[in-house]
């Protein structure tokens, strides 16, 4: 078993809707997770970094961690096309990734 | 966030030449740097996890004697192809630990495009 997993396929959303991208993971002890948007034929970028239980907001992206349920989640409000990516979630110290979340929001 | 640089962004030689990559973080130290790489539309695949100061450690199926690592100082990582096979092509991924009190974060580097003809 992979310590995070995102089991949800590609997502496809309209432009102005809410896109919700999941995680679960294995490990008890994290701490803290990190979310990267990889365009494709680019690298990862760091987007996201939650620390603690609960949400963090920035801009149209909230991070939702839930330690009791042992998910981290992403929403993306007014999707726009731009989003258009995959997205990884990771957690500090562990350098593999899983295959992410491929988002499409059409126009 | 921190910066991390790689170079060449781009690099296309013949089989059976040597390329070697680098992997500079611009703005921080970095104990740990990673080299992953990346087929289309697959996957980060972890190659080798470099520590500054001492050997890298490489994961399952990789070969160390192919894929040679350098960390030689707390910004500076390289790796070198040796003997690259057209096979060897590839998309080529640094990124750089940044430690803090309370957590770590790694960045990327905007990776290496390699083709080997």
């Known amino acids: 078993q992979k310590e995070v997993e995102q089991n949800s396929g590609p997502l496809s959303v309209p432009e102005g809707a809410i896109a919700s991208l999941n995680c679960t993971y294995s490990?008890?002890?994290?701490?803290?997770f990190f979310w990267y948007r990889q365009y494709s034929g680019k690298s990862p970028e760091l987007i996201m970094s939650?620390?603690?239980?609960g949400d963090k907001e920035d801009g149209r992206f909230t991070a939702q961690l839930n330690k009791a349920s042992q998910y981290v989640s992403l929403l993306i409000r007014d999707s726009q096309p731009s989003d258009s990516a995959t997205y990884l979630c990771?957690?500090?110290?562990?350098?593999?990734f899983g295959d992410g979340t491929t988002l499409t929001v059409k126009p | 966030g921190a910066v991390v640089s790689q170079h060449p962004s781009r690099v296309i030689c013949k089989s059976g030449t040597s390329v070697k990559i680098e992997c500079r973080s611009l703005?921080?130290?970095?104990?740990?740097m990673f080299w992953y790489r990346q087929f289309p539309k697959k996957s980060l695949m972890l190659m080798a996890t470099?520590?500054?100061?001492?050997?890298?450690?490489?994961e399952q199926g990789v070969e160390k004697d192919k894929f040679l690592i350098n960390h030689a100082s707390l910004t500076l990582s390289t790796l070198t192809v040796t003997s690259a096979h057209p096979e060897d092509s590839s998309f080529y991924i640094c990124?750089?630990?940044?430690?803090?009190?309370?957590?770590?974060?790694?960045?990327f580097g905007p990776g290496t495009r390699l083709t080997v003809l």
């Open positions: 990124s750089a630990t940044r430690t803090s009190v309370s957590y770590n974060e790694q960045f």
């Open positions: 490990d008890r002890g994290s701490q803290s």
């Open positions: 990771a957690s500090p110290g562990k350098s593999t």
């Open positions: 470099s520590n500054e100061g001492s050997k890298a450690t490489y």
């Open positions: 939650i620390y603690s239980n």
């Open positions: 703005d921080f130290q970095a104990t740990t």
